[in-house]
Structure formats: structure tokens, C-alpha cells
């Protein structure tokens, strides 16, 4: 079959044999969705070689568990070791043995059929599409943020980054009824946000890179006047840029004991001065994966409108162009299909 594999520190469309576990399901993969962790892994993120993506929709054409066969279905990415606690819990995400589609010890979603364990799927339901199923992991990740800290109708709230994950966060807070303000850089993806009735500023393209302090300041200001606060005082902020300048802004928005939640994973570190995170009492959180069943839930209710977010649909074959399309600044979810 063909497969998107990243190997040789090279992106490449590759011939592989199709993916048969002991004991777990085979998917044909109909939908996959490209996810910025997908690009950071093919510059070297997470050390993973093998074939890319986590986010996809597809048909089961085997499984132990013969009432999955010929259904439709999404899948939760991790796969736990089955043993541990974590996993009698049902909650693979830490599972230290776990492997993970796509991007820890297990071929990925952007081939025409890819491997999981009959309880990592979910049947998607009829009346959600399969544009619409393929965000069910990002959904999910958006929504962890709600699981993690809990925002009330009467919290301040800014997300920095106006990109896919940016996006999908501020549909997902703005459901909280908080005062919700989206910071970005691009006017189309602000113009989508605010056509889904989320506020928003925007910044110049060099103000979210990493900045000196004078520069901050210059950027705190002008958040501030624009949302009209008169000082740093959003309770949370939820940053999702993808670059390592997010958080240096992030600190420069939070109130003294509130709260940033750190969504962006990128290769590379980042030099922080922590002193900020001491004496204002700042809390750090960090937050991955979220539960699929009310990401599903959500789009089968309509709550979140995801189809805006696509960009385009590539074929599987032309997957090597699919991620330079991806990388391009600017571009929403680009997706393939088989
Ligand atoms: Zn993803
Ligand atoms: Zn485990």
C-alpha cells in the first residue's frame, strides 16, 4: 500500500506492507487530517520515523470485534499497554508503555490502511461527515482545556494563535460564555474567527516571534487598548502559535495567579524567564490529548462548525505536496483522502 512516511530525515510517498497487528483492527483510511504536530515531526519533533498522521476517518475491514467491520470510525491515538493502571481506567494517554498513531512507535493514519486496537475506535455517526469526523482528535484536544481548568461565564480568556488548533480552542471556550479574545496574525483566519462571533486582535507578523522586553511591552499595550483592559488581567491563556514567542506573550497577558495552558508542541526549547511564573504565582499547564466520545458528541450536535476550517483536500499520492501546502503560513486544515 502506499504510505507518507517520514525516514532518512526525508518526507517520501513509500510502497509498505499493510499494517497487521496481533490482535487489532484494520482500518482503510477514507479522510486524514494534516495537524501541525505532523510538520513539526517531519523537522525532527519527537524523533518518530514511519508513516505520519494521527487524524483521520476510515471504514473497519477487520477486527477481532467482528461488530466493527464495515463501520465507519475515528480513532483515539493512543494505544495503551492494556495493564497499568492509567489503562484499567480506560485512559491510555499516559500509559508509559503506550505507543501512539503517527507519532510514537506506530505507523500513522496517512496510508491507505493503518492498525489500532479494536477499543481505541469509535463509530462515527451517519449524520457526521467524514470532513467533519476528521477534526474529531483536534476537537478533542481543544476540549481537554475544558477538562483541565474550568472557565466561567465571568473569566477573561485569551488565546494566542489564530492557526488550526487556535481556531477549534476559541470555538470550544467561547462555548463557556467567558469574555474570549483570539490573537493572531492573519486577517483572513481572524476574519473566520470572527465570523463565528469570537473577538479578536491582531498582531503584526514579527510581534508573536520571539521578542525583547521592549517589544513585548509595545504588544501588551496594544492587546490591552484594543480589548480596552486596562492591565494585564486575562485569567487564562490558552497558547496555541506553535512558536516559542506564544508564551513569552502569554506571560505578558496572564494576571498575577492566573493560569496559561500550553498547547504547542514544537522541536526545540525554549528560554523562558521563570522568575515572572514565581512572583506573579502563574500556573503552567500543559495539555495533550482529550476524550474523543465528547468530540464526537459535539459535532454530532452541530455545537462547533469545523468544515469552515478546511483548506483543501489532496489525494493521498500527492501527499509530499499536501505537507508543503500545510507548512505554507496562512493555510487552515489541509486534508487527504484515499
Ligand atoms: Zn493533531
Ligand atoms: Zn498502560
Same mark, same amino acid.
Given at each position: 500500500?502506499?504510505? &507518507?512516511?517520514f525516514e532518512d530525515?526525508?518526507?517520501?510517498?513509500?510502497?509498505?506492507?499493510?499494517?497487521?497487528?496481533?490482535?487489532?483492527? &484494520?482500518? @482503510?483510511?477514507?479522510?486524514?487530517?494534516?495537524?501541525?504536530?505532523?510538520?513539526?515531526?517531519?523537522?525532527?519533533?519527537?524523533?518518530?520515523?514511519?508513516? *505520519?498522521?494521527?487524524?483521520?476517518?476510515?471504514?473497519?475491514?477487520?477486527?477481532?470485534? @467482528?461488530?466493527?467491520?464495515?463501520?465507519?470510525?475515528?480513532?483515539?491515538?493512543?494505544?495503551?499497554?492494556?495493564?497499568?493502571?492509567?489503562?484499567?481506567?480506560?485512559?491510555?494517554?499516559? #500509559?508509559?508503555?503506550?505507543?501512539?498513531?503517527? !507519532?510514537?512507535?506506530?505507523?500513522?493514519?496517512?496510508?491507505?490502511?493503518?492498525?489500532?486496537?479494536?477499543?481505541?475506535? /469509535?463509530?462515527?455517526?451517519?449524520?457526521?461527515?467524514?470532513?467533519?469526523?476528521v477534526f474529531t482528535?483536534? *476537537?478533542?484536544?481543544?476540549?481537554?482545556?475544558?477538562?483541565?481548568?474550568?472557565?466561567?461565564?465571568? %473569566? %477573561?480568556?485569551?488565546?494566542?494563535?489564530?492557526?488550526? &488548533?487556535?481556531? /477549534?480552542i476559541s470555538r470550544?471556550?467561547?462555548?463557556?460564555?467567558?469574555?474570549?479574545? $483570539?490573537?493572531?496574525? %492573519?486577517?483572513?483566519? /481572524?476574519?473566520?474567527?470572527?465570523?463565528?462571533?469570537?473577538?479578536?486582535?491582531?498582531?503584526?507578523?514579527?510581534?508573536?516571534?520571539? #521578542?525583547?522586553?521592549?517589544?513585548?511591552?509595545?504588544?501588551?499595550?496594544?492587546?490591552?487598548?484594543?480589548?480596552?483592559?486596562?492591565?494585564? @488581567?486575562?485569567?487564562?491563556?490558552?497558547?496555541?502559535?506553535?512558536?516559542?514567542?506564544?508564551?513569552?506573550?502569554?506571560?505578558?497577558?496572564?494576571?498575577?495567579?492566573?493560569? !496559561?495552558?500550553?498547547?504547542?508542541?514544537?522541536?526545540?526549547?525554549?528560554?523562558?524567564?521563570?522568575?515572572?511564573?514565581?512572583?506573579?504565582?502563574?500556573?503552567?499547564?500543559?495539555? @495533550?490529548?482529550?476524550?474523543?466520545?465528547?468530540?464526537?458528541?459535539? $459535532?454530532?450536535?452541530?455545537?462547533?462548525?469545523?468544515?469552515? &476550517?478546511?483548506?483543501?483536500?489532496?489525494? *493521498?499520492?500527492?501527499?509530499?505536496?499536501?505537507?508543503?501546502?500545510?507548512?505554507?503560513?496562512?493555510?487552515?486544515?489541509?486534508?487527504?483522502?484515499?
Open positions: 500500500m502506499k504510505a &507518507l512516511r530525515n526525508k518526507l517520501k510517498l513509500a510502497d509498505v506492507a499493510v499494517p497487521r497487528r496481533e490482535g487489532e483492527a &484494520l482500518v @482503510r483510511m477514507t479522510t486524514a487530517g494534516i495537524c501541525n504536530t505532523d510538520v513539526e515531526i517531519a523537522r525532527g519533533y519527537a524523533d518518530f520515523r514511519g508513516t *505520519l498522521g494521527h487524524e483521520f476517518v476510515g471504514v473497519v475491514e477487520e477486527s477481532p470485534d @467482528r461488530s466493527q467491520i464495515g463501520r465507519r470510525v475515528v480513532g483515539e491515538i493512543n494505544a495503551g499497554c492494556g495493564q497499568c493502571d492509567l489503562c484499567r481506567r480506560n485512559d491510555p494517554r499516559h #500509559c508509559p508503555d503506550r505507543t501512539a498513531l503517527g !507519532i510514537r512507535g506506530r505507523d500513522g493514519a496517512f496510508a491507505e490502511y493503518l492498525s489500532l486496537p479494536p477499543r481505541n475506535l /469509535l463509530i462515527a455517526p451517519d449524520s457526521v461527515s467524514d470532513r467533519q469526523a482528535e483536534p *476537537l478533542a484536544a481543544a476540549l481537554e482545556i475544558l477538562d483541565q481548568v474550568e472557565i466561567r461565564a465571568s %473569566h %477573561h480568556v485569551a488565546v494566542v494563535g489564530d492557526g488550526k &488548533l487556535g481556531q /477549534l470550544v471556550v467561547a462555548r463557556t460564555g467567558c469574555d474570549l479574545t $483570539l490573537i493572531g496574525k %492573519h486577517d483572513a483566519k /481572524l476574519e473566520l474567527a470572527e465570523r463565528a462571533g469570537i473577538k479578536t486582535v491582531k498582531l503584526g507578523a514579527a510581534e508573536i516571534a520571539p #521578542c525583547s522586553e521592549d517589544f513585548s511591552r509595545h504588544v501588551t499595550t496594544k492587546v490591552f487598548t484594543t480589548v480596552t483592559t486596562k492591565e494585564p @488581567r486575562f485569567d487564562f491563556v490558552v497558547e496555541a502559535s506553535g512558536s516559542s514567542g506564544g508564551i513569552e506573550l502569554a506571560l505578558d497577558l496572564i494576571r498575577p495567579r492566573g493560569a !496559561i495552558i500550553l498547547k504547542s508542541t514544537f522541536r526545540g526549547a525554549v528560554q523562558l524567564d521563570t522568575s515572572r511564573i514565581v512572583v506573579n504565582e502563574i500556573s503552567v499547564i500543559g495539555s @495533550r490529548c482529550g476524550r474523543f466520545e465528547t468530540a464526537l458528541r459535539l $459535532l454530532e450536535s452541530g455545537g462547533v462548525d469545523v468544515e469552515p &476550517l478546511v483548506a483543501r483536500e489532496y489525494r *493521498l499520492a500527492d501527499g509530499v505536496e499536501a505537507m508543503a501546502e500545510a507548512q505554507r503560513p496562512g493555510t487552515l486544515k489541509v486534508l487527504l483522502t484515499n
